[in-house]
C-alpha cells in the first residue's frame, strides 16, 4: 500500500517507544498522516503483558487501533483511515483530520551494510526509506523517543523528530518559579490607591492597583529584594489589580513548625503554603539540600499532630534505583518500600529529637509515635484508592509522566492535601526529560487554580560541604 498523502502534509512513521510512551499520540498530529510499519505492531503485541506503565500503554494503543480499524471498512483502511473518528477520551477532535495507514506488504528498501543484523529498529528504517521513495512529493518524518535510533536515521538521509506533542515547555527555564522580585518604585507606581486591612484572624491584606498586577498568578510569592523584608502571598486577582496578603514569618524559633525554622525566604513562603488549609496542592521543587522533604514533613506533622486536620500522612515514591537493581525484597509492603524512603527516615530522626530537653526514653517513644502517623505506601498500588482527610507527599515526583500524576492526585478524597517533591535536575525514567516530566507538567497546569501553590527552593540548607559540593563539582 502506498500512502497516497496530501503534498501540504506530513507523513510521520511512528516508532513503537511513541505509543508505549503515550497511547493518545495516535491523535497529536492534527491534520498530518500516520504510518505504521508491521513491525510496530509486532512488538506492542511483545510488550503487553505485565502490570508495567509500558505494559498497560501497549495494551492501550493496541485498542486504540482496534476501535479504528473497526470503525472503518476495508476501503477506508486501504485509502487511510481518519482519525477524527475517536480520540483519546472516546470523542470527536476536529483538530485530527489526518489518516493512519497500515504497513500490509513488504516493501524494498536496501539499507547500507554498516548496519548489521535484522533488528526491529533496521525494519523501520528500511521501511521509512522506501515510503520516502514512494512518496517523493511527500515529507516523511520518522518519529521515535529513542535518541540513538534518530541518529541511525539522520545518517541514512532520513528526517528524524522527538515526540514534543506532550512537551509542557519549550525550555525548562520558563517553568512557572511561583516567586517574584518587585521593583524598588513599586509602592510608587502601585500604591496609588492602596487599600489595607485585617480580618478577625489578624492577617493583614491589601489591595493594589498597577500594570505588575496582570502578570501574576494566584498564590504567587512577592519579595522585595531589598532589606525591607516585605514578603506577600497573591491572594485574589481583580481587573487592573490584586488582593495581596503579608507572609507570616517562620524564621524565628518562637513560630518554629514542629522544631524546624525557615532559612531563607522561599522556605518561608513554602510553610505558608503547606500549612494553610485553603491549599490542597503544593509543588516543590528543589536541589538536593533544599530542604524540600524536611519542610514537608514538618507541616505535615504539624497539621496532624497538633492541630488535627489530618489523620495521617501517607509518603510514597517511584521506585527507580540510582545503581544497579539489589532485587527481591521480602516483607510487607512498607518493609519493602524501606530501602527507598531513606529521606523519610533521615528527617523523621532529626524532627523526633528536635526536642533535647526530653530523656533518651522520651526521644524514642516521641519517635515511634511519629513513625505510626507516618504511612509508607508504593505507587503500584494506588490505583482505585480514594484517600479521606490524609496528608500525601509524593517524593520523587519528577520520575513520573503526566498520566501517572494525573492517576495519583485524582486520588484525593475530601479533605485530602497533596504536596508534591522533586528535582527536574536528576530524572531516571526513561523518555522522560525536563519538559515532559509529570512534575512539569503539574505545576503548569495548576498555577491558575486559587487553591495550589508552587515554589522553587534556590539555596541549599543542608551544610556548607553539600552547598560546595553542588556548586563545584
Known amino acids: 500500500m502506498t500512502a497516497n498523502t496530501a503534498p501540504h502534509r506530513k507523513l510521520f512513521v511512528l516508532d513503537t517507544n511513541v505509543l508505549m510512551h503515550d497511547p493518545a499520540s495516535l491523535f497529536r498530529f492534527q491534520e498530518h498522516d500516520l504510518y505504521l510499519p508491521m513491525i510496530v505492531l509486532e512488538e506492542l503485541d511483545h ?9 498497560r500503554n501497549a495494551r492501550q494503543a493496541s485498542r486504540f487501533l482496534d476501535e479504528l480499524i473497526h470503525q472503518a471498512d476495508f476501503q477506508a483502511i486501504s485509502n487511510g483511515i481518519t482519525l477524527n473518528q475517536l480520540d483519546y477520551a472516546g470523542r470527536i477532535d476536529e483538530r485530527c483530520v489526518g489518516r493512519l495507514f497500515f504497513q500490509v506488504r513488504r516493501m524494498d528498501s536496501a539499507l547500507p551494510a554498516s548496519l548489521p543484523g535484522d533488528l526491529p529498529d533496521n525494519s523501520i528504517l528500511a521501511t521509512t526509506l522506501a515510503l520516502a521513495k ?14 540513538n535510533m534518530r541518529i541511525k536515521a539522520s545518517l541514512l538521509g532520513i528526517r528524524a523528530e522527538d515526540f514534543h506533542s506532550d512537551q509542557v515547555l519549550d525550555d525548562i527555564n520558563l517553568l512557572y518559579s511561583g516567586a517574584q522580585a518587585l521593583p524598588a518604585d513599586f509602592w510608587e507606581s502601585h500604591g496609588g490607591k492602596l487599600e489595607s486591612w485585617q480580618d478577625q484572624r489578624g492577617r493583614t491584606f491589601y489591595r493594589v492597583k498597577g500594570p505588575l498586577a496582570r502578570d501574576w498568578f494566584i498564590n504567587q510569592f512577592l519579595y522585595m529584594p531589598d532589606d525591607s523584608g516585605f514578603e506577600a502571598i497573591v491572594r485574589g486577582l481583580e481587573p487592573g489589580g490584586a488582593v495581596i496578603e503579608l507572609a507570616r514569618d517562620f524564621r524565628s524559633p518562637q513560630h518554629a513548625v514542629w522544631g524546624v525554622s525557615a532559612r531563607n525566604r522561599e522556605q518561608n513562603f ?14 516543590l521543587l528543589g536541589t538536593a539540600g533544599t530542604g524540600k522533604t524536611l519542610l514537608a514533613l514538618a507541616a505535615g506533622l504539624a497539621l496532624s499532630m497538633e492541630a488535627k486536620r489530618y489523620r495521617e500522612i501517607i509518603m510514597t515514591r517511584e521506585t527507580i534505583p540510582l545503581g544497579e537493581d539489589i532485587g527481591f525484597l521480602p516483607g510487607t509492603e512498607e518493609e519493602k518500600m524501606a530501602p527507598w524512603m531513606g529521606a523519610l527516615l533521615d528527617n523523621l530522626e532529626l524532627l523526633s529529637s528536635h526536642d533535647e530537653g526530653g530523656s533518651s526514653w522520651e526521644r524514642a517513644a516521641t519517635g515511634t509515635l511519629l513513625a505510626n502517623r507516618v504511612k509508607v505506601r508504593s505507587l503500584n498500588f494506588m490505583r482505585g484508592r480514594t ?80 552547598d560546595f559540593a553542588a556548586d563545584a563539582l
Request: proline fraction near 4%; aromatic fraction near 6%; charged fraction near 20%.
Open 270 to 283: 513554602a510553610l505558608n503554603v503547606l500549612l494553610d488549609p485553603e491549599i490542597d496542592f503544593v509543588s
Open 387 to 466: 484517600f479521606l482527610n490524609r496528608y500525601i507527599i509524593l517524593d520523587e515526583a519528577q520520575n513520573l509522566t503526566s498520566k501517572q500524576m494525573k492517576t495519583l492526585i485524582t486520588r484525593a478524597g475530601p479533605g485530602t492535601k497533596v504536596v508534591c517533591l522533586g528535582n527536574i535536575g536528576q530524572i531516571d525514567t526513561p523518555y522522560l526529560t525536563g519538559t515532559t516530566s509529570g512534575l512539569t507538567y503539574a505545576v503548569d497546569r495548576f498555577k491558575h487554580w486559587p487553591h495550589a501553590a508552587h515554589i522553587t527552593l534556590r539555596r541549599g540548607e543542608r551544610s556548607r560541604l553539600a
Open 134 to 147: 514512494e512518496n517523493p512529493e511527500a515529507q516523511v518524518v520518522l518519529v521515535s523517543k529513542d535518541i
Open 47 to 55: 510488550s503487553k503483558k505485565g502490570l508495567s506503565e509500558v505494559a
